[in-house]
């Protein structure tokens, strides 16, 4: 009896995948961040008060949160009316920018004139915890404030102050001193932290031929063929139809990279000897710093490389000094055009990055503010300054009711295109003339 096909369900699920964080690897935990560099910032959670002393003739007070820590202040929204507020707000200071040594949070109520002080805490920044991930997050403690002078106010602020990276789960939440507004003092000292990412090159290898080879089985003819490392990236060509010591191939071999070039080129020549045989008859090695950089249409200059014979002696590769053949390339890094890391219909810009390679244009689009055609601008400024002399001299009531009877206006004496004024104002640049 055949078994009924079973059901298949194709609603949507959420799924969770494992990009990294929370995996073991050996004895610690792995971050999402562990592949970046880590940036320190001391964390500032500003949790509720209580008990907060009257300002007001009312009796109450409108109670906020002031961080500051050197040129640098966060400020928390404020209450109207309440001695027991809660904000929960975060506060992150990039700690490569610290300039001072005390970390300042005072609690004011805010007035209409000046706002009133209320009471402050003060933390020494060498006494501040350190925490990393994954430790379990800091629990925020009851501080009593105080006055100027250091004595004990009525009120107290629940607050947890810690030092941390960016792998801490209040980085995404909190308010960040390099993306606030502050004094003009402070301005010079606002820096945002950039990750640039890396030129990428194209490493076009263009393997023509092959001289003097020196096989070890003379008996044969060699089936030759050329293979290419660049990286984690493997390529060869085919192997040669002249089968001998001086064969051919004027094959290309393309390859990315990207700078700074940590890593040289291998190229090794090898023989088929047999089905999964192959043997090495010469390497070279080419430094990617050394190769000619094209940025135009000109072409390549051809080079011969010397391949250098590696030889088994006593279970150990051992390299021949002595020359024992070459190999004709034209290798060149290509930056004049772009490197795509996305698909072909998501690019904005197809164009090679070269402007000597840029096809020519069709023509140039002259505005009218193009001082290029001064017959155009001149009519053009002509008819504004008339615009504008009569739109002053006429009253503003008058100019109104002209242009509420021109957009309410019967159907009929609607055109059904676009007038001369509104079409030309509503125009907007084709990508065609931004291109120009």
Same mark, same amino acid.
């Given at each position: 009896?055949?078994?009924?096909?079973?059901?298949?369900?194709?609603?949507?699920?959420?799924?969770?995948?494992?990009?990294?964080?929370?995996?073991?690897?050996?004895?610690?935990?792995?971050?999402?961040?562990?592949?970046?560099?880590?940036?320190?910032?001391?964390?500032?959670?500003?949790?509720?008060?209580?008990?907060?002393?009257?300002?007001?003739?009312?009796?109450?007070?409108?109670?906020?949160?002031?961080?500051?820590?050197?040129?640098?202040?966060?400020?928390?929204?404020?209450?109207?009316?309440?001695?027991?507020?809660?904000?929960?707000?975060?506060?992150?200071?990039?700690?490569?920018?610290?300039?001072?040594?005390?970390?300042?949070?005072?609690?004011?109520?805010?007035?209409?004139?000046?706002?009133?002080?209320?009471?402050?805490?003060?933390?020494?920044?060498? =006494?501040?915890?350190?925490?990393?991930?994954?430790?379990?997050?800091?629990?925020?403690?009851?501080?009593?404030?105080?006055?100027?002078?250091?004595?004990?106010?009525?009120?107290?602020?629940?607050?947890?102050?810690?030092?941390?990276?960016?792998?801490?789960?209040?980085?995404?939440?909190?308010?960040?001193?390099?993306?606030?507004?502050?004094?003009?003092?402070?301005?010079?000292?606002?820096?945002?932290?950039?990750?640039?990412?890396?030129?990428?090159?194209?490493?076009?290898?263009?393997?023509?031929?092959?001289?003097?080879?020196?096989?070890?089985?003379?008996?044969?003819?060699?089936?030759?063929?050329?293979?290419?490392?660049?990286?984690?990236?493997?390529?060869?060509?085919?192997?040669? $139809?002249?089968?001998?010591?001086?064969?051919?191939?004027?094959?290309?071999?393309?390859?990315?990279?990207?700078?700074?070039?940590?890593?040289?080129?291998?190229?090794?020549?090898?023989?088929?000897?047999?089905?999964?045989?192959?043997?090495?008859?010469?390497?070279?090695?080419?430094?990617?710093?050394?190769?000619?950089?094209?940025?135009?249409?000109?072409?390549?200059?051809?080079?011969?490389?010397?391949?250098?014979?590696?030889?088994?002696?006593?279970?150990?590769?051992?390299?021949?000094?002595?020359?024992?053949?070459?190999?004709?390339?034209?290798?060149?890094?290509?930056?004049?055009?772009?490197?795509?890391?996305?698909?072909?219909?998501?690019?904005?810009?197809?164009?090679?990055?070269?402007? $000597?390679?840029?096809?020519?244009?069709?023509?140039?689009?002259?505005?009218?503010?193009?001082?290029? =055609?001064?017959?155009?601008?001149?009519?053009?400024?002509?008819?504004?300054?008339?615009?504008?002399?009569?739109?002053?001299?006429?009253?503003?009531?008058?100019?109104?009711?002209?242009?509420?009877?021109?957009?309410?206006?019967?159907?009929?004496?609607?055109?059904?295109?676009?007038?001369?004024?509104?079409?030309?104002?509503?125009?907007?640049?084709?990508?065609?003339?931004?291109?120009?």
């Amino acid at each position: 009896m055949q078994k009924p096909p079973q059901s298949q369900d194709f609603a949507l699920k959420e799924t969770s995948p494992n990009i990294g964080a929370g995996s073991i690897t050996g004895d610690k935990l792995s971050c999402t961040y562990d592949l970046v560099e880590q940036m320190h910032y001391l964390y500032v959670r500003v949790v509720k008060a209580k008990d907060l002393p009257a300002k007001d003739v009312t009796g109450s007070c409108d109670p906020y949160v002031e961080v500051k820590l050197g040129n640098y202040k966060g400020v928390t929204r404020h209450f109207e009316k309440k001695s027991n507020p809660e904000w929960n707000q975060v506060f992150a200071f990039s700690k490569d920018r610290l300039q001072a040594s005390f970390l300042e949070v005072v609690v004011k109520d805010k007035d209409v004139v000046l706002d009133d002080f209320m009471g402050r805490i003060m933390f020494e920044l060498n =006494d501040i915890p350190k925490r990393f991930p994954p430790d379990s997050p800091l629990a925020p403690q009851w501080y009593r404030l105080e006055d100027r002078k250091g004595v004990k106010v009525k009120g107290e602020l629940m607050l947890a102050v810690w030092m941390g990276t960016q792998a801490d789960e209040a980085f995404p939440d909190a308010w960040h001193s390099d993306a606030a507004t502050v004094g003009p003092e402070g301005v010079n000292n606002i820096r945002s932290k950039v990750y640039l990412s890396p030129k990428l090159w194209y490493v076009r290898v263009n393997v023509i031929e092959a001289q003097d080879l020196l096989p070890n089985d003379k008996s044969r003819y060699p089936e030759v063929f050329v293979k290419v490392i660049c990286g984690n990236q493997v390529l060869r060509t085919r192997i040669s $139809q002249s089968k001998n010591i001086n064969p051919i191939w004027n094959e290309d071999l393309m390859f990315v990279a990207a700078e700074p070039f940590e890593e040289p080129l291998y190229l090794t020549v090898e023989d088929r000897v047999g089905s999964g045989k192959d043997e090495i008859l010469g390497k070279c090695v080419i430094a990617l710093q050394t190769v000619q950089r094209r940025l135009d249409h000109k072409p390549v200059h051809t080079r011969w490389f010397n391949l250098e014979k590696h030889m088994i002696v006593d279970g150990e590769q051992k390299r021949e000094i002595k020359f024992s053949s070459r190999i004709h390339l034209r290798i060149c890094l290509d930056g004049g055009y772009h490197v795509l890391d996305e698909s072909t219909h998501y690019s904005s810009d197809l164009r090679p990055t070269a402007k $000597q390679l840029w096809k020519s244009s069709i023509g140039i689009f002259e505005s009218l503010l193009s001082w290029r =055609d001064p017959r155009a601008t001149t009519l053009f400024v002509t008819f504004c300054l008339i615009a504008a002399i009569v739109l002053y001299v006429t009253p503003f009531q008058v100019v109104a009711l002209l242009a509420g009877i021109y957009v309410l206006r019967h159907p009929r004496l609607r055109h059904k295109l676009p007038s001369v004024p509104l079409n030309f104002f509503r125009r907007l640049p084709a990508r065609s003339d931004s291109m120009l």
